[in-house]
């Protein structure tokens, strides 16, 4: 049986490896061919989201442990540059799914090492806006949940149900 969070990193960090790991699901489910398909010319590939849920967690957890962290330090493609550079050489589904796993538990590390004091420290936000460094992690987490639905969506659109759903259903 798993044991409860005992803190409020646990919990923050329990949350993340939970959508994470249903971003992998998502991922594994979709056939190979399936990383280029895009509903629309003005849509991501499935590829190109899952970089980009890479680049997104992989700035989250290396600003957000930041002393300084600020994420208006930089201009954003400036941050990204900083923390997210060659997230584009993951190409294909086993090195996509194994780049998910790798940054997320070196993230994880990361921002358990900034401590549950350091992570309830502000951090000013995209707009401006301070913010708890928990309550910005909960909108990363919302952000990578949003693109998880998004393959999901992919997956239907390929003619393949959806991880979750199969999950759900039991099959």
């Given at each position: 049986?798993?044991?409860?969070?005992?803190?409020?990193?646990?919990?923050?960090?329990?949350?993340?490896?939970?959508?994470?790991?249903?971003?992998?699901?998502?991922?594994?489910?979709?056939?190979?061919?399936?990383?280029?398909?895009?509903?629309?010319?003005?849509?991501?590939?499935?590829?190109?989201?899952v970089?980009?849920?890479?680049?997104?967690?992989?700035?989250?957890?290396?600003?957000?442990?930041?002393?300084?962290?600020?994420?208006?330090?930089?201009?954003?493609?400036?941050?990204?540059?900083?923390?997210?550079?060659?997230?584009?050489?993951?190409?294909?589904?086993a090195?996509?799914?194994?780049?998910?796993?790798?940054?997320?538990?070196?993230?994880?590390?990361?921002?358990?090492?900034?401590?549950?004091?350091?992570?309830?420290?502000?951090?000013?936000?995209?707009?401006?806006?301070?913010?708890?460094?928990?309550?910005?992690?909960?909108?990363?987490?919302?952000?990578?949940?949003?693109?998880?639905?998004?393959?999901?969506?992919?997956?239907?659109?390929?003619?393949?149900?959806?991880?979750?759903?199969?999950?759900?259903?039991?099959?």
């Amino acid at each position: 049986m798993k044991t409860r969070s005992t803190s409020l990193i646990d919990e923050a960090l329990e949350a993340w490896a939970y959508t994470r790991e249903g971003v992998i699901a998502e991922v594994k489910n979709l056939p190979e061919s399936a990383l280029d398909f895009k509903p629309s010319e003005a849509s991501r590939t499935a590829r190109e989201l899952v970089q980009h849920i890479i680049e997104s967690g992989l700035l989250m957890s290396g600003e957000l442990p930041r002393p300084d962290g600020d994420f208006q330090r930089k201009p954003y493609p400036e941050l990204l540059a900083e923390y997210a550079r060659g997230v584009s050489r993951h190409r294909t589904k086993a090195a996509l799914m194994s780049a998910l796993r790798r940054t997320h538990a070196d993230g994880a590390t990361r921002i358990r090492a900034a401590g549950e004091v350091g992570m309830l420290q502000t951090i000013r936000q995209f707009n401006g806006e301070p913010a708890t460094r928990f309550s910005w992690m909960q909108h990363g987490i919302a952000h990578e949940e949003y693109h998880r639905g998004q393959i999901a969506l992919y997956a239907r659109l390929v003619g393949r149900v959806p991880a979750l759903t199969k999950l759900i259903h039991g099959a």
